[in-house]
Nanobody, 126 residues
Framework: QVQLVESGGGLVQAGDSLTLSCAAA????????LGWFRQAPGKEREFVAV????????DYTGSVKGRVTISRDNSKNTAVLRMNNLKPDDTAIYYC???????????????????WGQGTQITVSP
């Protein structure tokens, strides 16, 4: 089992920045790719970003490229999603998730992930 806890969400204005954190406990954190997903009201969950097991490979969905940076610290069992120039369309519940993968893999489908956090809300006002 891997337990994941997100933090850092909140209410911000368009153009603001926010940093989300994901703290992991349980199995070896570095055995898992770490992804962020989000779900807006009335919409399906969507992939946001992922970082590979060692942190060397990263991938982002197109709508956040250039505005979002994902990173991880395996010595602290944490991952971070830094979001800049937030837009109202970024309003959603954000989830971190862990996927048991091979080195270097960056899964982007939700069904590739075995463990999920409870989520943290980001609300961006115009």
């Amino acid at each position: 089992q891997v337990q994941l806890v997100e933090s850092g969400g909140g209410l911000v204005q368009a153009g603001d920045s926010l940093t989300l954190s994901c703290a992991a406990a349980g199995r070896t954190f570095s055995d898992y790719a770490l992804g962020w997903f989000r779900q807006a009201p009335g919409k399906e969950r969507e992939f946001v970003a992922v970082v590979s097991r060692a942190g060397r490979v990263k991938d982002y969905t197109g709508s956040v490229k250039g505005r979002v940076t994902i990173s991880r610290d395996n010595s602290k069992n944490t991952a971070v999603l830094r979001m800049n120039n937030l837009k109202p369309d970024d309003t959603a519940i954000y989830y971190c998730a862990a996927a048991r993968t091979v080195t270097g893999a960056t899964p982007s489908r939700g069904d590739q992930y075995q463990y999920w956090g409870q989520g943290t809300q980001i609300t961006v006002s115009p």
